[in-house]
C-alpha cells in the first residue's frame, strides 16, 4: 500500500537552496507523493528555480501578500490531495528513503503521527552533525520533535486545527502543545512514534543563524508568550471554532 503523500514546501527568498530541496523529494525510493510549493511572495530568483521543474508532480502556489509560515502551511494542506502530509522547509533536504520509512512506520504502527532523526549540514552541505535525540524521550510531550522529520494523517487537522497564524514562528511547537500537551503530565491527544533513523537534512547557515539569534531575543519571549497564551485558552476551552482554523471537509 502506497498511499499519495503531499510534501508542503514553504518558500521565501532561497533561491540558492531550493533546487537541492526539490531534487532530495524527487530522488526519493518512494513514487507516490505531490509537491506543493507556496512561493511567499519571493523577490529572489527562487520562482525561476521552482519554474525549470516539469509540473506532472509539483504545484506553485503564490500568496498575496508576504504572510508568513503559517499561512503558507495552511496553503498547502488545504490544496493538498493526500491524506499523509510532510513539511519541508525550502532550505531543507531529505534523505532518498525519507518517505518511505516514515509511512512504513505510520502504518506498521497504526498511528497518526510519525518523527525521526535529522542531519545538521552547514550552508555548503558539508556534514556537520546528527540533531540529537533521545528514544526514550522522543514520545514524551511535545519536547524535541524536530519539525523537518515529521509525518502525518491530514485528518489531524479537522479535529485539532490548523497552524495558528497569529505566530510567524514557533507555530510548528504550539501545534505539537495542541497535540500533546505542553508538559509531560498533560494529556497526550494523538499518539506519535518516533523512529530512530534519518529522514531530513537540516541546513545550518547565515540566515538560519540569524533567525535562531532573534529567537533568543525579547522577540522570543513575546512568542513564547503568546505561544503559552494560546495553549492555555484551548485548554480552558477546549479546541473550539472560536479560537482555532480547521480544515474543512
Not at 525561476?48 to 509540473?55: A, G, L, Q
Amino acid at each position: 500500500m502506497n498511499p499519495l503523500v503531499s510534501v508542503i514546501v514553504p518558500l521565501y527568498n532561497y533561491e540558492k537552496y531550493i533546487k537541492w530541496c526539490i531534487k532530495s523529494i524527487l530522488k526519493q525510493d518512494y513514487d507516490n507523493f505531490e509537491v506543493i510549493v507556496i512561493n511567499d511572495c519571493s523577490t529572489d530568483g527562487s520562482v525561476e528555480v521552482i519554474n525549470s521543474f516539469p509540473r506532472d508532480f509539483l504545484t506553485l502556489l503564490t500568496t498575496q501578500t508576504n504572510s508568513g509560515y503559517s499561512v503558507c502551511k495552511n496553503i498547502g494542506i488545504s490544496s493538498a490531495r493526500g491524506d499523509i502530509i510532510t513539511v519541508l522547509d525550502a532550505d531543507d533536504m531529505m534523505t532518498k528513503d525519507s518517505i518511505s520509512s516514515r509511512v512504513k512506520a505510520l502504518l506498521k504502527y497504526d498511528v497518526d503521527f510519525i518523527h525521526g532523526k535529522a542531519i545538521t549540514v552547514d550552508q555548503d552541505t558539508n556534514l556537520k552533525k546528527a540533531y540529537a535525540i533521545d528514544p526514550n524521550k522522543a514520545t514524551r510531550g511535545h519536547a524535541r520533535i524536530h519539525a523537518q522529520t515529521v509525518l502525518y494523517r491530514k485528518d489531524i487537522h479537522k479535529k485539532f486545527g490548523l497552524y495558528d497564524e497569529k505566530l510567524r514562528s514557533r507555530a510548528d511547537k504550539e501545534m505539537w502543545c495542541r497535540l500533546f500537551g505542553y508538559n509531560d503530565d498533560d494529556e497526550q491527544k494523538v499518539v506519535k512514534k518516533f523512529i530512530d533513523h534519518d529522514v531530513a537534512y537540516y541546513r545550518h547557515h547565515k540566515k538560519s543563524m540569524m533567525q535562531m539569534r532573534r529567537r533568543r531575543t525579547q522577540y522570543n519571549d513575546e512568542v513564547t508568550r503568546i505561544l503559552k497564551q494560546q495553549y492555555e485558552l484551548r485548554k480552558r476551552e477546549g479546541i473550539t471554532r472560536e479560537n482555532t482554523m480547521f480544515l474543512e471537509d
